[in-house]
């Protein structure tokens, strides 16, 4: 348990960091889990996004054990996360999307991403 709290812990500062950086316009989690569950990473992203409230669009890419409960959590939660099950897919959209959010900033538009799920 305290090892799991620590990739929260972890998960989340690695989000602080990425975030504060402006130029950031998207985040795309890539997680090829052998040995770590996919669900303990899935629920310290949700964890993360939640703490920091994220504003830019996170794409997450989870393989490997566990991955259909990681998807289940994220689908359950209130966070706005983008699954995607390919990495070419997955950087793509991550690509598409930033884009979009620089333009709607250089516009001073404020953006609402919800999923269409």
Known sequence: SSGINAEYGQVT???K???????????LVNIFGGIMRCDV???????????????IPLIVRL???NVKEAKALMALSNVKILPIDSLD?????????SDIVGK???????LDFSLGI
């Open 104 to 110: 709607a900033q250089e516009l001073n538009v404020k």
């Open 13 to 15: 500062e690695a989000f």
């Open 89 to 97: 897919e997955a950087a793509s959209m991550a690509v598409k999307l």
């Open 63 to 65: 393989q490997g054990s």
């Open 41 to 55: 990473i899935a629920q310290g992203i949700l964890d993360a996004a939640t703490n920091l409230q994220l504003d």
């Open 17 to 27: 960091i990425i975030s504060s950086d402006p130029k950031v316009k998207a985040i």
